[in-house]
């Protein structure tokens, strides 16, 4: 098994990293790596259901779609993530049970009493400190986790704050859990690069043939890339999501302005507004100017430029009608 220390905090990078050591080394892989401030959502999610838009765009927090499903989570640098890649027969691949024991032996170590609980976490007094997901491709698996140890929880819960009226989809909806960090139930006082080298050690320690891995030049160019094309796109974050219905309602100086969408791939296909503004012009001809555009928000801006926004609804801004279109 290669041990690989992963220093770059770069989701995008990261997540890159995952794709890339699955489908490209034939060997199993043990990777341990933090992530800036970050969202991360499950392959069949739609993303802007899944996080606090305001929140994420004031604090400039990173959104990326991942490999495997599951739900949302969010990551800083008080979370540590590991990642396990594997190679076997395919009915014997889904393993959560396996690859969270090492996790659950160090613990033990520690002196926390911690347990694989549900499908997929593990939990400290019924606190759910690692949640765990995995994505088969062809004959390997990746199994990949978080584990909260000194995460900023204000954040985690204000990032994940969601207003579950706005949407209406089929895509897999996350369930928010009772959370703790791993540092609060230390008999000793640990950092997080000291709890990740504990857990590098005692993989290494209980794996023959374990050996310690840096990427060479290439792995690096060949991840850059993937991050470049995929990772760190719209189309791969936003776009990928599933066909949803939007539905958003504002109080404004105009009176109340409500928006809904039908949105496909991340493209709108149709526009309505409902309200008791009052209005100079038809406010078709914005529905009909939105039709085929990004459900982005700069997308978005940049066909409103065309259009006098208070002629078409009055007494509205277009920050508000931007507001009411997220």
Known sequence: MLCIIRRETDPYFNLAAEEYVLKHFESDCFMLWRNEPSIIVGKHQNTLAEINLDFVKEKQIKVVRRLSGGGAVFHDLGNLNFTFTASGEHHQLVDFRKFTLPILEVMQKLGIEARFEGRNDLTIEGRKFSGNAEHVYKNRVLHHGTLLFSAIMTDLSNALKVDPSKFDDKAVKSVRSRVTNISEHLKQPLTVIEFRDLILNHVMESTPGAMLYN?????????????????SSWEWNFGYSPKYNFRKAIKTNGGKLEVTLEVVNGIIETAKFYGDYFNKLDPGEIEQALTGTVHSENHIREKLMGFEIPDYFLNVTTEELVTALF
């Open 215 to 231: 990427f060479t030049d290439a792995d690096v160019e060949a991840i850059a890339k993937l991050r470049d094309e995929k990772y």
